[in-house]
């Protein structure tokens, strides 16, 4: 039986920046949670969408904490990177079609983002983009571009490690309160700690024990590995609500080709699916990564990327499954739920590039100063109807 501060439950982006930055700041950390699946035909989870080679990664958002988040995070990349010896940031840059891009420029104007405006025959000329259906599109310059989930992760981790946190490759399968402290169980061990931080994505609400009202949406995403052609930026494309609504083909994304386990070099591409299944429990959640995805909205999201890239040829495609975890206020929920446990929970989709910051923000709740942010408040990571 060991004991420990804080246990941070959940090894993916955020639980790992959590436990780094606990760990760095000399707390007794303890950062658990089960690896990659070998089989998702097979495992019974839990699952997560971080096992991934691309997220986009930006500064420029129309939620101003959205960008404290990113701009805080991205400014981190370069010492985590150098200290850890892990490289997984590429200032690719970003180009992006927003529903305001004027309210989005003033923004980053604002917070010092470099940001600006460009044609779409420039986009065409310099990337063989074909975005002419854009009334604004807006390129934001490096440090924007695209980060590598897995080896992010593994930085933080590593790093987590050096600082003398202690790494858990194993599921947490219950958490009790007793007079010591909270009990895991963690495989065949038990740890004691004196306060819980879940940094669990869609499995939150179970393992906590209360109700926690986030909408998990199952998602597919597409890899498309293409010929050879122009170096391309992370894309954002979004018209109004409205739009997205009755044509979901209005809100995509994609992370430019990198390099997958398998030694192909792929383009991602998302995007919103008001049809999308909301998954009430667990076992939804893990048949559908089970089920390896929908073959419906990949091809949609392959004519999507044709209408982009028309002069470009796709070589070989693959699906995968994921989920977002959303949260009714649309920021992550921080937040004690009861007197030893925390969570971070629900990234909406926008959390890898921020998850450094969000971990540092939802660390500070185990410590003796707490949350004291002059310009990000707790209230505001909280849902209003909690």
């Known amino acids: 039986m060991s004991q420990f501060e804080v246990a941070v439950v959940g090894r993916g982006l955020i639980g790992s920046a959590a436990a780094r930055h606990l760990a760095e700041a000399g707390h007794s950390v303890a950062l658990i949670g089960s690896g990659e699946p ?7 989870g839990p699952f997560a969408s971080h096992y991934d080679e691309g997220r986009i990664t930006r500064m420029i958002d129309p939620d101003p904490a959205w960008s404290h988040l990113a701009i805080r995070s991205i400014g981190r990349y370069a010492d985590i990177e150098e200290r850890s010896g892990i490289p997984f940031h590429s200032g690719a840059g ?58 992010m992760i593994a930085a933080q981790s590593k790093l987590t490690a050096e600082a003398g946190g202690t790494v858990v490759d194993a599921p947490v399968s219950a958490t009790v309160p007793r007079a010591d402290g909270v009990h895991l169980t963690v495989g065949n061990d038990t740890l004691v700690v004196e306060g819980v931080l879940l940094c669990t994505g869609a499995w939150a609400a179970e393992l906590v024990g209360v109700e926690l009202p986030l909408e998990r949406s199952l998602r597919t995403i597409l890899m498309a590995e293409l010929d050879e052609g122009p170096t391309l930026p992370s894309l954002i494309s979004r018209t109004d609500p409205a739009a997205c609504e009755t044509d979901p083909r209005h809100d995509v994304y994609w992370v430019p080709p990198v390099r997958f386990p398998d030694g192909r070099v792929m383009l991602k591409i998302g995007g919103y699916d008001p049809a999308a299944t909301m998954a009430d429990d667990i076992a939804t959640v893990v048949d559908w990564f089970r089920s390896g995805g929908s073959q419906a909205e990949a091809d949609d999201l392959e004519s999507r990327l044709r209408e ?43 959390a890898a590039k921020s998850a450094d910051e969000i971990g540092r923000l939802a660390g500070t709740l185990f410590t003796d100063e707490g949350w004291t942010d002059p310009v990000l408040k707790l209230s505001s990571f909280r849902p209003s109807n909690t």
């Open 94 to 151: 970003l180009v992006y079609s927003p529903a305001d891009p004027q309210a989005d420029l003033a923004h980053a104007r604002k917070l010092d983002v470099d940001a600006r405006e460009i044609s779409a025959d420039d986009v065409a000329e310099r990337f063989g983009i074909d975005m002419s259906s854009a009334d604004t599109i807006i390129l934001e310059a490096a440090p924007a571009g695209h980060i590598n989930p897995r080896r």
């Open 308 to 350: 982009f890239l028309p002069n470009r040829t796709i070589r070989s495609r693959d699906i995968k499954p994921c989920v977002v975890t959303n949260t009714p206020h649309d920021l992550p929920w921080i937040d004690w739920v009861d007197d030893h446990v925390a969570v971070a929970v629900g990234g909406c989709g926008s």
């Open 38 to 44: 070998a089989d998702y035909a097979t495992s019974s």
